[in-house]
């Protein structure tokens, strides 16, 4: 087994809620999926395209390159067939190893036990080749091992990112309630954005939306931030491959004719923190920044472009009493401010989004950690459209 030569499936997890965004994203890195579902975008591929999924995708969690499946209903049995499997072809002898997994097995009520069983199955393995044994841990930072056990039927994974890829990294300071940054993407990939015309982002806060938005025009992955993972501690990797890919991954940037962005926020701390976080990853000269209420935020004339609010929900900050005034306030800005543009306005609280006053064309549902959240779209006519439709219909 060299599973940097040998095709397999993989599969790529997401937070649940974003599997179409990461299925869009996958799609325009040129493959064809097998499956999709909210939280998984399965395809079949090689190790090489592991690469260039962890290195690309904003949307993802994990890159799971699949070794083995097989029936398992106890955790005696999963022991002796996942010690069958070739680790010594998968693992170097001293490497350092982590075991990460979901389990539905009635036999077993921690799901950490089979995590063990699992371990154990492997280390027994290498040390019968080698006569030493690897060590193992919690840290995701060294080669990375899933185990997928539903009911009787297992499936082992080699994780090939490691930590986590909805962390981009570039982000110091989270402020107050951060929007994780791979919902932040799918937020950004799920409106009509066109990626050239303005991006307007009110209420700012640490400024996620607007750095995600200013990545995403100059074309800049949340691999270009991040320097280690899980498969470069398997054996036979190959450390060229892996540099041309990201030779051709840094060759696809630019900085030149980006659109223009705004991002505004009433606290000037929340401003700082924002400018910060854009000077980390490297767009703080692709965005303006104001201190202002999100009503005297800059809308740039004679733009097709997109606003984009994520006001508070009163789950974690405020009282929602105080917030229905906000979400009025908001209709009102679109209607009088942003005309010509597309509103959004993302939220998990639904009865303050009634307050806005617009019916929304589109409601897209997402999770915010557990929160069942809605991006809602408002289409912003201007005058001289509304009397061109006017005039059709007459």
Known sequence: MNIFQDTSRILISCQKMLGTALASEVKALGYETVNETPSVVEIQGTMDDCFILNLHLRTASQVLYHIRSFHAENAEELYQK???????????????????????NETVNNSMYANVKLKDAIVDRMREKFNSRPSSGNMLDKAAVHLHWNRSYAEIFVNTSG????????????????????????????TKWDQASAFINPMCGSGTLAIEAALVAA????????????????????????????????????????????CSDISSSAVHIAKLNARAAGVYDFIKFEVCDF??????????????????YGERLGEVEELEGVYTEIGDFFKKHCTGYTGYVFSGNLDLLKNIGLKPKRKIPFMSAKIECKLMEYELFSGSKKIKEQSVQD
């Open 163 to 190: 930590e986590s890829l909805a962390r981009h990294g570039f982000r110091k300071i989270p402020g107050t309630a951060p929007l994780q940054e791979a919902l932040a993407a799918a937020i950004i990939l799920s």
């Open 82 to 104: 996942a010690r069958n499997i070739y680790w010594e072809d998968i693992l170097l002898p001293d490497v350092y190893f982590s075991i990460t997994g979901y389990v539905n």
């Open 219 to 262: 074309n800049i992955p949340p691999g270009y931030f991040r320097k280690n993972y899980a498969f470069m501690h398997l054996k036979n990797y190959n450390e060229k491959k892996y540099q041309d890919c990201r030779k051709r991954m840094l060759a696809q940037t630019k900085k030149e004719g980006l659109p223009q962005i705004v």
């Open 295 to 312: 009503r005297d935020t800059t809308i740039i004339p004679d733009q097709a472009g997109v606003v984009v609010l994520n006001p508070e």
